[in-house]
């Protein structure tokens, strides 16, 4: 059975009336704030930082990226905060609809309901898009005006490459908070799952994999006595932390902005023999690394909208 | 009669195990105002849903302006105008905006956009607020907005779930009116209520619901026949020397005289029988004194109906 009609009919109309929404909205303007802000407070540390300890270094503009102020750096900062600024702009999306009353209106207009979830979610792809070109922008005339050294091509390409998976990495806090919102008609219950979740993947997560991992694969006590971990336990902690977008997202910025990365997780001693320490990467293998966190993170950007999709087809309208 | 514009057969919803509507048949004639009456609960506004493609059909067939709900949704749509139960708008935009949002999404050529607009809040006479945001609006205003929306789209169908609850009497009158004004250019209408004088006072025929079925249909005389057995009462307050029961019997089509008072009666009748009563009066050199007609009131209908019921099934019971 065919349904007549195109699916994308009112699309373009609901992706501008929400963009408008977003980008006019006092929430928006108080997360963007905050996360430029403190943003440009780690970079202006990094550069500190850089002035003093660099001698000479190519790749001096992605430093500011990685580098701050003791442990923290910019790749730190945005692994923590973006997924509050995505629950913070997706957690009312659909229920804020059914609350206000307003969905059973507008879905009485000619349109299917296809667009009206693809047109609020590619409008909150884009409002984190522009942020994220702000702050890149920010960023690198930030490093332009005080390091005094124009950035390179392959520093431009690697920089963007980080903005797009930092990009796909909001959007997968952004299409959950949006399946959050369709499952949950209470917006309060939707932004307290919303947190839940990143609370458990930023901090609890992390230390569950370790012990999951010995449990799964206890470390051998030859290993222990030398005081080198048990590759098998290395090898399961890893692959479990590696289901928090966090991981997929910090291992995938450390190697594209840190060109000497060899690999995204533990190095083996076999895997260095050969290699020049210290020299830097070609872009398209430091690509071939982090390929696999790329698509993941991709993928799931789709699973998420794919599965709020399904569940807001079947749903009532009816509150 | 025309061809009606929407055909139900057998139309039936279940949730799961729960039956919400039940095999309901109707059809709305064009240019009529047509009411779903019932409580709440009784599957009117399923049926409504129902008819949009807004929700499936769980058995039966609807037609709506010829089209399949289910599988032409966008055509029904683009035609038929649905005013949900307590609308809601966006209350950060004006109303000007609110219908500028929903007329792309219906759309309308943006060179048409504007004037449509500020003719459809004209008709709902919101034009003096259409630039103050809709948070400030009232309830009344909100449902006039949402009428002005049904305007705006020259919707051929017009579907109003619950139109009038919680307006007061002042803007539920205001309303009604707005209705009339909607029939009267040519526009479908189908409302469903529970309140039955305001349904009474607009609607050519109504279709009353309990648990999910149609229980009577027609128009309110046609009901008033059915279950209240005749349809008019007439009140007569005469003195006269003679008797006046008996010529009050005599008038043809009155099947019922009580005597209410020293010198009142009240009269059955399957039609008005006003001229004959005074007649009957004057002809015994009685005064007059009062004469007065009761329409059929659909909450007499009603009640009749459902005490009628009930006590069908006390008895049903009591047989068991």
């Not at chain 2, 009339?180 to 279709?207: F, I, K, P, T, W």
Request: with cysteine.
């Amino acid at each position: 059975m065919r349904r007549e009609g195109s699916p994308w009919q009112g699309l373009n109309t609901v992706f501008v009336k929400e963009m408008t929404d977003y980008v006019s909205s006092g929430r928006m303007l108080v997360l963007g704030l905050i996360t430029i802000g403190i943003a440009c407070l780690v970079v202006y540390f990094a550069i500190d930082n850089i002035r003093q300890t660099t001698a000479e270094d190519p790749f001096v503009l992605l430093k500011l990226f990685t580098t701050g102020p003791s442990i923290l750096s910019l790749v730190l900062i945005l692994g923590i905060l973006l997924p509050v600024v995505a629950i913070g702009l997706g957690f009312d999306t659909v229920n804020g609809e059914h609350n206000r009353r307003t969905m059973s209106r507008i879905l009485s207009q000619p349109i299917y309901r296809d667009a009206l979830l693809a047109g609020k979610f590619l409008a909150g792809l884009a409002t984190l898009a522009i942020n994220l070109i702000c702050l890149w922008l920010l960023v690198v005339g930030l490093g332009i005006i005080l390091l005094g050294q124009p950035p390179s091509g392959e520093e431009i390409a690697r920089s963007l490459l980080f903005l797009l998976m930092t990009l796909a990495y909001a959007g997968v806090w952004f299409a959950l908070a949006m399946l959050l919102s369709i499952v949950s008609r209470s917006a309060a219950t939707a932004v307290l799952a919303g947190l839940g979740i990143w609370f458990f993947f930023i901090l609890i997560w992390p230390f569950l994999a370790n012990g999951l991992a010995a449990t799964i694969a206890p470390p051998d006590l030859r290993y222990e006595m030398l005081g080198l971990q048990t590759p098998a336990t290395l090898q399961w902690t890893e692959m479990l932390r590696r289901l928090s977008p966090n991981q997929l997202f910090s291992e995938a910025a450390v190697t594209l902005l840190v060109p000497d990365t060899r690999a995204a997780g533990a190095v083996y001693l076999d895997q260095l023999r050969g290699a020049v320490m210290g020299a830097p990467l070609p872009l398209s293998e430091s690509l071939a690394i982090v390929w696999p966190q790329m698509v993941a993170l991709i993928a799931g950007v789709f699973v998420l909208f794919v599965g709020g999709y399904v569940v807001f087809q079947r749903q009532e309208v009816r509150a | 009669m025309t061809a009606p514009v929407i055909t139900a057969r057998g139309l039936t919803k279940r949730y799961g195990k729960a039956t919400a509507v039940e095999a309901v048949d109707f059809d709305v004639a064009k240019g009529e105002i047509f009411g779903l009456l019932g409580p709440n609960g009784a599957g009117k506004t399923t049926t409504i849903l129902m008819m949009l493609g807004l929700t499936d059909i769980t058995a039966g067939t609807i037609r709506v302006l010829d089209h399949d709900p289910v599988r032409e949704p966008l055509a029904v749509k683009r035609r038929v105008g649905y005013l949900p139960d307590q609308v809601g708008f966006y209350d950060n935009l004006t109303a000007i905006d609110n219908l500028a949002y929903s007329a792309r999404l219906m759309g309308i050529p943006a060179a048409e956009r504007a004037s449509r607009i500020g003719e459809a809040l004209a008709r709902v006479r919101l034009s003096d607020v259409a630039e103050k945001r809709v948070k400030t609006f009232s309830r009344g205003m909100r449902q006039r907005l949402g009428l002005a929306e049904i305007v705006m789209k020259r919707a051929e169908i017009a579907i109003l779930d619950e139109p009038t609850s919680g307006l007061d009497p002042q803007a539920t009158v205001e309303f009604l009116e707005m209705i009339e004004e909607l029939r009267r250019a040519g526009v479908s209408v189908l409302l469903s209520s529970h309140m039955l004088d305001q349904v009474q006072r607009v609607c050519n025929r109504v279709a009353l619901f309990q648990a999910g079925r149609i229980v009577l249909m027609g128009s309110v005389a046609e009901l008033a026949r059915q279950v209240l057995g005749a349809g008019f009462v007439v009140e007569v307050e005469a003195d006269a020397a003679a008797d006046l029961d008996a010529r009050f019997h005599a008038i043809p089509g009155v099947s019922a005289v009580a005597r209410v008072g020293a010198d009142r009666y009240r009269l059955t009748a399957d039609r008005d029988v006003r001229p004959e009563a005074a007649r009957a009066v004057v002809a015994a050199d009685g005064a007059l004194r009062r004469l007065s007609v009761d329409d059929p009131s659909l909450e007499a209908i009603y009640t009749r109906f459902f005490r009628r019921q009930t006590n069908g099934e006390e008895g049903k019971r009591d047989a068991a």
